[in-house]
């Protein structure tokens, strides 16, 4: 019973590349949500997405972030045009509803290096 | 804004002592208070849950403390253990969007042998 799978663990990019993050709910969940967590900080909420719908982007920087959940396959977060900022721990985390009496499953995160 | 303060951001305690970590919020719409702890490499996974209805919660060793009035909650860990050194994460949310939290920005905590 695999939780939720992020990959890859561990991203390089230079500035100006594009990064792409893999976020596989738990089985049977199709409620997703991506946080980012700066060095001494808590996680901070970026976007909610069901399948093929944005919920929620309001923690969404406005300019090159972008994030979907398709029919089939992965959650995709993507950063266009990275920046050194960009670098931190990007975490998923699923529910099955959303629903008020749910846990939230986190997966083990993506951390990404802006050299 | 930071719409859930912790503290503190390190606390070490001996074995078999109590670690106490405090957090403090602002809206009072929130009606969800988790707590997560989260070790090197791995993300967080919830410990312990606490509602507004009530005012303590307990499992195993582990006891969430709630004063609505304050808009305080804080963790107690009884009889700490050195598999206890973790991040610990207090958070604050609506229900309705459960996924949606705030957190506090973490306290490390050290459990010395």
């Known amino acids: 019973n695999a939780g939720v799978m992020q990959n890859p663990r561990h991203l390089v990019r230079r500035r100006g590349q594009e990064a792409r993050l893999r976020c596989s709910p738990m089985?049977?969940?199709?409620?997703v949500y991506w946080y980012r967590q700066l060095p001494e900080e808590g996680l901070k909420f970026m976007v909610y997405l069901q399948k093929e719908n944005i919920i929620d982007e309001s923690g969404m920087p406005k300019e090159r972030f972008s994030a979907e959940f398709p029919k089939e396959g992965p959650s995709i977060l993507r950063i266009q045009q990275v920046v050194r900022g960009d670098s931190a721990a990007y975490f998923c985390a699923s529910t099955a509803t959303g629903g008020t009496n749910e846990k939230l499953f986190f997966g083990s995160g993506t951390q990404l290096s802006v050299l | 804004q930071q719409q859930v303060k912790q503290s503190p951001q390190s606390l070490i305690v001996q074995k078999g002592g109590i670690s106490i970590i405090n957090c403090a919020y602002e809206n009072t719409a929130f009606d969800y208070f988790p707590w997560y702890q989260q070790f090197p490499g791995k993300g967080p996974a919830l410990l312990i849950a606490i509602r507004p209805d009530v005012s303590e919660k307990k499992e195993g060793r582990f006891t969430i403390s709630f004063n609505k009035s304050a808009k305080q909650f804080s963790l107690h860990i009884m009889d700490s253990q050195p598999g206890d050194s973790a991040t610990y994460f207090c958070?604050?949310?609506?229900?309705?969007?459960?996924?949606?939290?705030?957190f506090g920005r973490g306290t490390q905590l050290t459990v010395w042998p």
């Open positions: 089985k049977g969940h199709s409620h």
């Open positions: 958070a604050a949310g609506r229900g309705s969007t459960l996924g949606r939290l705030y």
